[in-house]
Structure formats: C-alpha cells, structure tokens
C-alpha cells in the first residue's frame, strides 16, 4: 500500500509567477483535499476534489485552483504568485469525501516566493 | 479569526508522566473533533477522534475528553514517552458534509528522560 506523495518537495518562485504542485493519492482512496501551512499556524483547507470535482472550497481566492485526474492523482494551481503564498502545502487523501479519520497526508511541497 | 485555538505553543513532560494538551473551539456547528501528530519533515498522521454525543474516547496511552458547554476538548497521554515527542494538531469538522478541517495552531510536545 502505497502512501501520499508529493513534489516536488521544496521550490523557490518569484512574486507574480504561477506553480503547479502535485500529489499521488493513496491507493483505494478517491478523495483529495489540499492544506495550506503557513509558519507557526495550523493547516488550512484549500479545497477538496472528488470524481475530478471540487467539492467544497476554503476561504482563497481564484487563483488557487485544483484539478483531479482520473486516477485520482491531484494538482494544485496557484497563479500570480504573492510573498504570502510562502508555505507547505499538504495534500490529503481519503477513501470518503467525510471523515478526518481517513485522510493520509503527504509530507508537504515547501513553497519560497521571493 | 481563529475558530480552533490551542493556547499552549510548547509543553515539556518527563517521561513515565501524563500530558495533557488542551484546545478551545468557537463554533457551536462542529460536532467532530481530531487530533493529529506530526513529526518533522512528515505530513500529519490521525490519532484519535471524538463526535459532540461522547464526552470521551480511549485509545490505548491516548484519550480525549469533550465538555461541549466549555467548547474545550483535551488530549491526554499516559504514560508519555519520548516517542510521543511531535507537534500536536487539534482539529474540528462537520459530520455529513465534505470533510474540510478547521485546525489550531499546534502544541510541540516534548517528552524528556
């Protein structure tokens, strides 16, 4: 059983460039949601996608965005990149769309922006 | 504004002793409760979990504690050891709807000799 990986694992980009950051689901599970941690804070939900479609969004603005494959691997978007996007990014995959219990995280893509 | 606190950034505890993490929440719509430990350089991985009709759930070493009227839940860890050394997400949700976990801040644990 294969776990959650992400990559890349660090990148540095500059103020105004877009990233796209991506994430293997677990096997068996459909379901992927995206975090956003921020230095000293907790995770933040970005938003979530199952059967390629965004289920349920957090407090960010349009230029986040998510796709979901029909291997239910995910990419996460973010375009005209902001000093404040510095972050980990987590991706989450669970085998339900409800349930906390379920989600294996990956270890994160650490995001620079200079 | 933070909907899931957790006060204390750090706790030091022997080992052999209980620790006791702590996390307050202000919105009356969550009714599921998580924790989650994550150690450096690793995603955070789920430790137990607790719906709003319980007032406790047991795990082996783990137990949460839920006093709904408060909005506080507690973990406690006994005995700790030094494996248990991590920071410590409390998390809240909403049961029925798409997951989408609201997190505090983190408590770093440290377990000593």
């Known amino acids: 059983e294969t776990g959650v990986t992400q990559s890349p694992t660090h990148l540095i980009k500059t103020r105004g460039q877009q990233v796209t950051l991506r994430c293997s689901s677990q096997s068996g599970h459909n379901t992927v949601s995206w975090y956003q941690q921020a230095l000293g804070q907790g995770p933040q939900f970005i938003f979530q996608?199952?059967?390629?479609?965004?289920?349920g969004r957090g407090n960010f603005p349009p230029r986040f965005s998510g796709l979901q494959f029909p291997n239910y691997s995910s990419e996460l978007n973010v375009n005209a990149l902001e000093l404040d996007d510095s972050a980990l990014y987590l991706c989450a995959s669970s085998p339900l769309v409800t349930g906390g219990e379920g989600y294996t995280f990956g270890s994160g893509t650490r995001l620079t922006v200079v | 504004d933070q909907q899931v606190k957790q006060n204390s950034p750090s706790l030091s505890v022997q080992e052999g002793r209980i620790s006791i993490l702590n996390c307050d929440y202000t919105?009356?719509?969550?009714?599921?409760f998580l924790w989650y430990k994550k150690y450096p350089a690793e995603g955070p991985t789920f430790l137990i979990s607790?719906?709003?009709?319980?007032d406790k759930n047991e795990d082996g070493r783990f137990t949460v504690f839920l006093n709904k009227s408060a909005k506080h839940l507690s973990l406690h860890i006994v005995p700790s050891q030094p494996g248990d050394s991590a920071v410590y997400f409390c998390?809240?949700?909403?049961?029925?709807?798409?997951?989408?976990?609201?997190f505090g801040t983190g408590t770093r644990l440290q377990v000593t000799l």
């Open positions: 998390a809240a949700d909403k049961i029925g709807t798409a997951s989408k976990l609201t």
């Open positions: 996608y199952y059967r390629e479609e965004e289920n």
């Open positions: 607790i719906s709003s009709i319980k």
């Open positions: 919105n009356s719509m969550f009714d599921y």
